[in-house]
């Protein structure tokens, strides 16, 4: 079965630092592109940012661009994502999801950055 | 970045027959179509069909997709009360080199 299990998330100040976790089993992970979304409450999917499965590929959206970096170690079947500079609009669920054949197929729980003072 | 649009809500009744439309331009929903992803209340979303209008295993086939142009679509027939949800359409934008999703439409189930 695949499940995708993120941590990290929590309470942090304008302008601090959270990195973001995300587990992955039930598959090969190594063989496939990742990507983070976010949902701010209330709203809609928002995509962050992609991974290529080896990682050489990495896109992000302009609303985080130069502040946010994925990552992913193969090794230990996990996603990263480092949240720095962080503003009370980066405030939302976070979630991970496996992608194939271009979609979002599977997606973990979520879990929720607040950015606030 | 600009994203796909979809109507915010669609209201139909009981067993009757809905359908969502999701449009964007040739560099993303009419390159290949859009996936659909449903989301209940508190929970993530789930996916319904793949880009190229595909069910993944385990959903049912009263969800269909197509693409006609730019304008993709998802076809729900024989409406449940389990269907009342929110659904997004998404796609990879060529152009941007970013995934883009419409801002959803809530389904009520009258």
């Known amino acids: 079965e695949v499940q995708l299990v993120e941590s990290g998330g929590g309470l942090v100040q304008p302008g601090g630092s959270l990195r973001l976790s995300c587990a992955a089993s039930?598959?090969?992970?190594?063989?496939?592109?990742m990507n983070w979304v976010r949902q701010a409450p209330g709203k809609g999917l928002e995509w962050v940012s992609y991974?290529?499965?080896?990682?050489?590929?990495?896109y992000y959206a302009d609303s985080v661009k130069g502040r946010f970096t994925i990552s992913r170690d193969n090794a230990k079947n996990s996603l990263y994502l480092q949240m720095n500079s962080l503003r009370a609009e980066d405030t939302a669920v976070y979630y991970c999801?496996?992608?194939?054949?271009?979609?979002?197929?599977?997606w973990g729980q979520g879990t929720l950055v607040t950015v606030s003072s | 970045q600009a994203g796909l649009t979809q109507p915010p809500s669609v209201s139909k009744g009981l067993r009757q027959t809905a359908t969502l439309t999701c449009t964007g331009n040739?560099?993303?929903?009419?390159?290949?179509?859009a996936a659909w992803l449903q989301q209940h209340q508190g929970h993530p979303p789930k996916l319904l069909s793949y880009?190229?209008?595909n069910r993944p295993s385990g959903i049912s086939e009263r969800f269909s997709a197509s693409r006609s142009g730019n304008t993709a679509s998802l076809t729900i027939t024989g409406l449940q009360p389990e269907d009342e949800a929110d659904y997004y359409c998404?796609?990879?934008?060529?152009?941007?080199?970013?995934?883009?999703f419409g801002g959803g439409t809530k389904l009520t189930v009258l």
């Open positions: 999801a496996r992608e194939r054949a271009d979609s979002p197929d599977y």
């Open positions: 039930g598959f090969t992970f190594s063989s496939y592109e």
């Open positions: 991974i290529s499965s080896s990682g050489s590929t990495i």
């Open positions: 040739s560099n993303n929903a009419g390159n290949q179509g």
């Open positions: 880009r190229n209008n």
């Open positions: 998404s796609a990879w934008d060529s152009s941007l080199s970013a995934q883009v």
